[in-house]
């Protein structure tokens, strides 16, 4: 009873996100993206438990701002978020349609020259404007990434997830000690590796990010030091029309210990978030778990 009662809530907790995608993969591609930013601002700014938790991380790291910025910045938030989302579950789409421009900024010779001689390389992101932008300019242009990921919560919607991720490149592994041994070994090959580093990790030691210790895995950075890679800060920042993407390699972090190098890329995190934060997913729980809702 309980396994039915399981797969019951699995196909429940599926409804509203398969009707989403259902009515987004009906539109045409530039339309499905509008469409999913339209529905990300009515979810973040309507729903109080996404409300909350935006407005909850920004009086933490930011409380400078006032009422009026932060529900401005969590409607910026809804739109990214929603055409993100739209843009992942419809990746050979997005991929199609070449929406990024660049790359620019010095990591990218870093990056090419990595891949022609065959030695790995090492692209950090965090969950900023579009996060797998970089992946597929690497894939048309350069070489496949492989990535690692969190499996969603619903098994219905996790089969999908990652389908779609592994049409942005692969391999792809999952978190935890398996899926570490094989990206180990990928990056010991010579492959290029693209990790989102900015999740909460209880067992990750505490870096500074915006101003907040922050658990950070260092894990880019030791594989960086241990297979002489470059680390490269790489982010895909949308543009003001909501469908380009730009595609920016910054300069590689330079190899002194993982710790220093981890603070090195929060830190180049946080200068891109503070200049542009409606860009960022304050939905994460990033700082602490037990951060109490806006009022």
């Not at 019951?8 to 993969?25: E, I, K, T």
């Not at 935006?54 to 929603?82: K, S």
């Not at 789409?93 to 990591?107: I, L, N, Q």
């Not at 792809?172 to 010579?190: D, I, Q």
């Amino acid at each position: 009873m309980a396994r039915r009662r399981s797969a019951l809530g699995q196909a429940l907790g599926f409804a509203p996100s398969a009707l989403a995608l259902g009515v987004a993969w009906s539109l045409p591609y530039r339309t499905r993206v509008r469409f999913g930013g339209w529905l990300g601002r009515r979810l973040v700014l309507n729903l109080p438990r996404f409300r909350g938790r935006i407005e909850a991380n920004l009086r933490y790291v930011m409380p400078e701002l006032g009422p009026d910025e932060r529900r401005a910045i969590a409607a910026q938030v809804g739109d990214n978020f929603g055409r993100t989302f739209v843009e992942i579950f419809s990746m050979a789409d997005f991929h199609a349609a070449r929406v990024w421009t660049g790359p620019t900024g010095p990591g990218v010779a870093a990056a090419e020259a990595a891949a022609a001689e065959g030695r790995p390389a090492v692209l950090v992101t965090g969950h900023f404007g579009q996060w797998e932008a970089g992946r597929a300019w690497l894939k048309a242009c350069v070489a496949e990434a492989a990535g690692v990921y969190r499996p969603l919560n619903n098994r219905h919607l996790e089969r999908i997830y990652r389908r779609q991720l592994d049409v942005g490149g692969s391999p792809m592994f999952v978190k935890g000690g398996r899926g570490l041994r094989g990206l180990v070994a990928h990056v010991a090959r010579g492959g290029l590796a693209a990790l989102l580093t900015d999740q909460y990790d209880r067992r990750a030691p505490l870096i500074d990010f915006l101003g907040r210790p922050a658990p950070a895995v260092t894990i880019a950075a030791e594989l960086a030091l241990k297979f002489r890679a470059p680390l490269i800060p790489a982010y895909g920042t949308r543009a003001p029309d909501g469908l380009h993407v730009a595609v920016e390699l910054e300069a590689p972090i330079p190899h002194t210990t993982a710790a220093e190098m981890t603070q090195a890329l929060n830190d180049s995190l946080a200068a891109r978030v503070r200049a542009d934060p409606g860009q960022y997913l304050w939905l994460h729980r990033r700082w602490r778990k037990d951060l109490p809702a806006a009022d």
